[in-house]
């Protein structure tokens, strides 16, 4: 179980890392500045990155955040529930918390993908083909999980 | 010919039902036939003369027994009964009658009975060819052999010593009529035969054994009623092996694209020699070996081939034993085979061997129609001095695919006969397959003949090619239609 | 073929349409795995279709078992046969991939009605995939340039190379055998998934990367060099989308992939081994989440921040990931792993793992051995990746610095040094082929002012390097130097040579070398005529047949997998060491007296024991020559009882004959071997001609073991274990008293001999 906090460390940082780390930076301006930073609290920064996400994300791609957090939201649980209850059916719970794993980072890649702004990075790769390989993956993936599993 | 297939066609479907449990196993042959339980041969012949040969040169008992018989019924009789005990029925093989006056007849038609499985006297019936008239007399000659009879004395000797076998058989040959005058003649691979039974002197008969060389002869006796016995144990050196092969499978495939036939015997193969006393020991056998002496252990096996074998090769279930030679000239093929290790009393080998040869030695085709005719030797196993006996031989036939109305004849006592299908090498419906089984079956049916006929149409040649090329053609349609397809996921910007 | 295979690419580049050139490169490609094949197959026709050496036969028994008894019993086989009485699970205790392979291929020909023996297939199966290992190559070639030719290139030096041919000729049926093309294919396969950023690609890579954990041990290779690229390009600063996307989709399904192989299990979240790859994992989402931040937010202090951020959290992991080794919840890194950092290591403590001879470093010929002039390419081919240093030329530059330091520490990973090293040659000579044999004339100024700063820093490497940097002469001097006819043909010709003589040695190493079953040995009889010496078949074919089905034979471990293969009878230790204890118990049993071994024997229910000897034909492979590591394990476990300094002289020497030590020449092995072996020879002139000496005059005697079968060349003596004895004396009385009577009335000249056994 305890290895398993190095592999999952990453994973839910995307949410609350993104509190803590901005929280802990002096404050910064999302867009209204970008030299006067030391005037805004956290809050405004957080809620600046906030605005600034709601405003540019298309619709899609907030979906697929939706489904990414929720990810986490399982994972925590996972987690906490193997360090609170013991990790008995160790093959159960590693194959539940891997497939969670694995399906959030092929939704980050997924999303990475369709995402617009990479579109140097994946000259041919139209969002069609980017959902088929998510879905290649994830059956794979869950595939494995069910073997796994036992 | 044509008869004896029928014939054997006819033996075998009674035994198929009763052969097929026990086709594998090395059970002998029970009867074919069923009688009742209180049968007892009918009083209607009577033995004039008998001689009862018993040879023991060979590696098992061959006997041989010559008999006048007489007619002593009021009608024509055409069934002469051999009684054999039940033990002896489990191991008896190669049971032919010859009329000893006219050879070139043929063989009589015989069939182990069975009237009660828990009795100890079991028969054979000789069906004569024409019924006897009441008081005319005909000369049986009646031959067969017993498969692990011999029993080593003592048991275990050592590397170099010599080897004694114990036989034990009647001087009265066992006949259910009455014998009026008989002999038995037992003849040895020498002269050295330290133990025997001696039948005392009675009114008329001098004291036997006589002996002549390696030749001992019990009797001659006088009238003896049905069914008497008199012991008689021997024992002899025999310093050779006790070659016994528990199981042959024998496969005869033939090729008409290829224009070649394949043979592949697969023997499991024991010596019954007497076991090594201690254990094996390597300097003796080693510092032996230059003057060559006679040794129970089995050294070199020779297979004679026909003329013309090619492509020999020998193996067992580890790879291939580098130790073998192959003679081939025009006059001879000689495949001569040493086993990895000397095989002596006790010890196991299976191995097979196998050869190629040209299709056209042994097959013809029928002027007429599609008939082919293919004829084989039904056995070649090792010739050896010492002989060789097999407890079950199953021999394959493989056809080439497509091959109708197979029959077929030979010679041998066959115990079931199987018609099957086999598939290998892309077949699409099989291979004709005729399946022989014989069981104790001594290697002096080494030469035997083995006749198959069958059609084989020119359409059926064809179908593999056909098949294939179908096969390929559709492979390369179903890429072709598949490689058109657009199977890539594009946007719908493309 | 290689190199007139380049020469008709270019000759057709420009003129021929797309399709030819296709066609031309499959008939290229097929005629590559043709070679390749067909150079494997030099034992088959020398001697006949076997299975090598010792573990292939352990993998040919497990293949029969799964195709006789099928999969799910194959999955979960536990087999008593081996390692008596202890037995071994064996379906969870080894890589399936191989016997799956054949099964599956077995199966599959079944269906189309041809009748193949499994061993036929057995035996091919690493010919047929060095075909398929060559054409990987190509592909991952064409990957790292845009020569066409490099591709073909690579493929005919892997196809023929004999690092590789070493563990993959025919009869060789190891799981190097079908690693070695996932290897390959996988590293292609993960190029390709960074090229497109695929998450398909990614996906592909980590099912064929699952496939190559289901084959072989070394997959590790793998699971440590494609973070480490990773970790370089994210250390470069090259972290992109692309780099997110292939290497996570890579590794969340490519661990699970390989945890569903029983024997691997738990191993990748447990194991030291495993670690760099989750760190890297949890590096990139860090580095990915960050970037994604930095997107949102558009500051450089707040970017340079959220780094310091990565770095702190990458440090705690890594703090806590030792932490986690040191507590031991993670197991720490394996003795054979340990070797591969001290060679010396495995010596001082393991020496069951030094004394397998493939586990030892490599002597530096071997490099020129295995590789020949590939060795020497093979540095000019990775500085050419530095010129145009992309992602993927990045990989390459890192699999060849990983794999040169562990070719170096272990004969045996001189097989994931042969890939990249005929990659890079391929690349190198590639480059000058292209330039010699296409260039026209000195027309670009522009591509050779840049090629001149280039030339510069590599003129104080080789001439044709520096050649090769067409750029610098060209302009000053545009029709002389490497423009001319003659400078080209030299070359080009000096290169056909240098390709010849790979060729020839390649052929010569492969028939020489490694074409030997080691199983039959061959040698020439006077007349010049091939005489095999099969002693080993004699004699497992002699147990098979005469001996009980379940009798126990004790051997050192050596020969366990052969005595099951062949033999098919249980043994007490065999080739997969898994029990250091139970093969020290052998080694124990081997090398004291008989009176201890005795004992140990019966505690066994060993039946026979056999030992090699190569004495009479000098044969050096034999026991007597591993007898010290029989000792030193032994010594392992039981110090007091075994010491290896009782077997030397108290010169320091190792000898068998009469300077023998008294430990020595009572040590059970030694007895064994020779056992009666005097009585071969005159009196007095019995000798060992693998170690050169006269033999002592009285032969040892047995007591406790009798000689139950002696192979034609002695090769194989296998002893039977004697019963307890029948009136309750030891063996020595027993054996003496029957002797005594003998004695008294022939020679009395051994009589002391009797006394000393007392």
Redesign the interface.
């Known amino acids: 179980m305890?290895?398993?906090?190095?592999?999952r460390?990453?994973?839910p940082?995307?949410a609350t890392?993104?509190a803590s780390?901005?929280a802990s930076?002096p404050a910064?301006p999302?867009k209204a500045s970008?030299k006067a930073?030391d005037n805004q609290s956290p809050q405004e920064v957080a809620l600046g990155?906030w605005q600034?996400?709601l405003d540019?994300t298309p619709q899609r791609t907030k979906l697929i955040d939706v489904f990414m957090s929720f990810l986490v939201v399982v994972g925590v649980l996972q987690f906490v529930y193997c360090v609170v209850a013991g990790n008995y059916p160790?093959n159960a719970f590693?194959?539940g918390f891997?497939s969670t794993?694995?399906q959030f980072?092929?939704t980050?890649?997924?999303r990475?993908?369709t995402?617009g702004?990479?579109k140097a990075?994946?000259g041919?790769?139209?969002?069609?083909?980017?959902f088929?390989?998510?879905v290649?993956?994830s059956l794979?993936?869950h595939l494995?999980?069910i073997?796994?599993i036992n | 010919m044509r008869l004896l297939a029928t014939v054997a066609a006819v033996l075998s479907l009674g035994s198929t039902a009763l052969c097929a449990e026990k086709s594998n196993s090395t059970k002998p042959l029970t009867s074919r036939q069923i009688l009742p339980a209180n049968f007892k041969p009918p009083q209607t012949f009577k033995n004039v003369n008998l001689v009862h040969i018993i040879n023991l040169e060979k590696s098992y008992p061959k006997e041989s027994i010559n008999v006048v018989i007489e007619n002593t019924a009021s009608t024509a009789q055409d069934e002469y009964f051999i009684p054999f005990t039940s033990s002896q029925m489990e191991t008896i093989g190669g049971f032919e009658v010859k009329d000893r006056k006219d050879p070139d007849s043929g063989l009589f038609e015989v069939e182990a009975v069975e009237f009660d499985t828990e009795s100890d006297t079991q028969f054979y019936r000789i069906r004569l060819p024409t019924p006897l008239a009441p008081k005319a007399q005909q000369t049986l000659g009646i031959s067969f052999s017993y498969l692990s009879a011999l029993e080593p004395l003592p048991k275990h000797v050592g590397q170099q010593e010599s080897q004694y076998l114990v036989y034990t058989f009647s001087a009265y040959c066992p006949s259910t009529y009455v014998t009026l005058k008989q002999k038995t003649e037992v003849k040895f691979p020498s002269t050295n035969v330290p133990e025997y039974t001696i039948v005392p002197a009675t009114a008329g008969e001098s004291e036997s054994p006589q002996k002549a060389g390696s030749k001992f002869t019990y009797g001659s006796f006088g009238e003896l009623p049905a069914g008497a016995v008199e012991p008689v144990k021997v024992r002899y050196e025999f310093t050779k092996p006790v070659i016994h092969v528990s199981r042959l499978e024998r496969d005869i495939e033939v090729s008409h694209w290829g224009g070649n036939i394949a043979f592949e015997d697969r023997f499991t193969l024991h010596n019954h020699a007497a076991n090594l006393s201690k254990q094996f020991n390597r300097v003796e056998w080693a510092s032996q070996q230059y003057y060559n002496p006679p040794s129970t252990a089995i050294k070199e096996l020779k297979f004679p081939l026909r003329v013309g074998s090619t492509e020999p090769y020998f193996t067992d279930v580890i790879g291939n034993v580098s130790t073998s030679r192959f003679r081939s000239n025009k006059r001879e093929a000689n495949l001569e085979i040493k086993p990895r290790y000397p095989i002596f009393g006790g010890w196991n080998y299976p191995f097979r061997v196998g050869w190629n040869a040209d299709l056209k030695k042994f097959l013809r085709k029928l002027k007429t129609g599609n008939g082919y005719v293919l004829n084989v030797p039904f056995l070649e196993g090792p010739k050896q001095p010492e002989g060789v006996s097999y407890e079950h031989i199953e021999l394959r036939v493989i056809l080439p695919e497509g091959a109708e109305n197979v029959q077929y004849s030979t010679t041998v006592p066959l115990v079931s006969v199987e018609h099957s299908l086999h598939r290998t090498f892309m077949d699409t419906t099989g291979r004709t397959t005729l399946t022989l089984t014989a069981i104790n079956i001594v290697d002096d049916f080494r030469d035997r003949e083995l006749i198959v006929t069958y059609d084989y149409p020119l359409l059926a040649g064809f179908r593999k090619p056909l098949v294939i090329f179908t096969a390929v053609v559709g492979v390369f349609c179903a890429a072709w239609a598949i490689g058109g397809l657009d199977i890539g996921i594009h946007g719908k910007k493309k | 073929m290689a190199d007139s295979g380049s020469i008709t690419e270019s000759f057709f580049k420009g003129s021929s349409g797309r399709n030819t050139r296709g066609l031309l490169r499959l008939t290229i490609l097929s005629l590559i795995a043709a070679a390749a094949i067909s150079s494997r197959l030099f034992s088959v026709i020398r001697f006949e279709s076997i299975i090598h050496e010792f573990d292939p036969w352990f993998n040919f028994r497990a293949t029969k078992y799964l195709v006789q008894h099928g999969f799910y019993d194959f999955w979960d086989w536990f087999d008593d046969r081996t390692w008596h009485p202890l037995g071994r699970v064996t379906g969870g205790t080894l890589y399936p991939g191989l016997m799956v392979t054949s099964g599956a291929i077995y199966h599959a020909l079944r269906a189309l009605t041809i009748p193949v023996d499994i061993r036929n297939i057995c035996v091919l199966l690493a010919p047929g995939f060095s075909g398929l290992t060559a054409y990987a190559t190509y592909l991952f070639t064409n990957e790292m340039s845009t020569s066409p030719s490099a591709g073909l290139l690579a493929a005919a030096f892997m196809g023929i190379a004999p690092g590789y041919i070493s563990r993959s000729v025919a009869g060789s049926y190891d799981n190097e055998a079908i690693a070695i093309f996932l290897l390959v294919f996988t590293f292609f396969l993960w190029i390709k998934a960074l090229k497109l950023g695929s998450a398909f690609w990614g996906a592909l890579c980590a099912l064929f990367y699952g496939y190559m954990v289901s084959a072989w041990g070394g997959y590790v290779f793998i699971t440590n060099l494609i973070p480490l690229h990773v970790f370089v390009l994210v250390c470069m600063g090259r972290f992109s989308p692309r780099v997110y996307v292939s290497y996570c989709t890579w590794y969340a399904l490519g661990t699970l992939a390989s945890m569903q192989i029983p024997f691997v299990g738990f191993l990748p979240i447990r194991s030291s081994e495993h670690m760099s790859a989750l760190g890297v994992f949890g590096l990139l989402q860090l580095v990915g989440f960050v970037e994604f931040v930095r997107a949102g937010v558009p500051s450089k202090q707040f970017a340079t921040l959220l780094r310091g951020f990565v770095l702190v959290v990458f440090a705690i992991a890594f703090g806590g990931l030792v932490l986690l080794t040191v507590s031991g919840v993670i197991a720490p890194w394996t003795g054979r792993f340990y070797s591969l950092w001290d060679t010396g290591y495995a010596k001082i403590h393991i020496p069951i793992i030094a004394s397998v001879s493939e586990h030892q470093p490599t002597a530096w010929p071997a490099f020129f051995f295995d590789l020949n002039m590939l060795i020497w390419l093979f540095p000019a081919g990775v500085y050419l990746c530095f010129q145009k240093l992309a992602d993927e030329q990045v990989f390459v530059v890192v699999y060849a610095i990983l794999a040169s330091y562990f070719s170096g520490v272990m004969v045996r990973l001189m097989l994931t040094l042969t890939p990249i090293v005929c990659v890079s040659a391929a690349l190198a000579l590639s480059s000058l082929l292209d330039t010699y044999l296409t260039i026209k004339s000195p027309t670009e100024p522009t591509d050779s002012s840049a090629d001149a700063v280039n030339g510069t820093t590599a003129s104080s490497k080789k001439a044709e390097k520096a050649a090769k940097q067409d750029g610098l002469r060209s302009l000053s001097k545009p029709l002389v130097g490497i423009y001319t006819t003659f400078s080209k043909t030299s070359v080009v010709s000096a290169l056909t040579a240098y390709l010849l003589i790979f060729v020839l040695h390649c052929t010569w190493v492969t028939s020489n070398a490694y074409s030997s079953p080691s199983v039959v040995l061959a040698s020439r009889m006077p007349d010049g005529s091939q005489h095999i010496i099969d002693d080993y078949r004699e004699a497992y074919q002699w147990l098979r047949q005469n001996t009980p089905e379940n009798a126990k034979i004790m051997s050192w471990w050596d020969y366990g997998y052969q005595i099951g293969g062949m033999a098919d009878r249980p043994t007490l230790v065999d080739n997969n060491t898994w029990n250091n204890t139970h093969i020290a118990t052998v080694g124990k049993a081997m090398s004291s007296r008989e009176e201890v071994s005795y004992p140990i024997m019966r505690q066994h229910e060993v039946d026979y024991v056999l030992v090699v000897f190569g004495g009479l034909l000098g044969y050096s492979g034999d026991d007597i020559n591993k007898f010290l590591w029989m000792v030193r394990i032994a010594e392992g476990i039981w110090p007091d009882e075994v010491k290896e300094r009782d077997f030397f002289t108290d010169r320091g020497e190792y000898r068998v004959d009469e300077g023998a030590t008294e430990t020595m020449k009572n040590s059970l092995m030694y007895k064994m071997s020779y056992y009666n072996y005097g009585a071969l020879f005159p009196p007095g002139q019995a000798q060992d001609r693998v170690r050169g000496v006269r033999m002592p005059e009285k032969g040892p005697e047995l007591n406790t073991v009798e000689e139950a079968f002696t192979s034609e060349n002695w090769i194989i003596r296998i002893y039977k274990v004697k019963d307890l004895d029948n009136v309750g004396r030891d063996h020595a009385s027993a054996s003496s008293f029957a002797k005594g009577n003998k004695k008294k009335k022939t020679t009395k000249r051994r009589g002391p001999k009797v006394l000393r056994v007392e």
């Open positions: 305890a290895p398993k906090r190095t592999a460390e990453p994973t940082s995307a890392t993104q780390s901005t930076v910064i999302t970008l930073k990155i600034n996400y540019t160790f590693l194959s891997s794993v694995g980072v092929l980050a890649s997924l990475i993908q995402n702004e990479n990075d994946f041919e790769l139209s969002p069609e083909r980017a088929a390989d998510f290649f993956g794979i993936l494995f999980c073997n796994f």
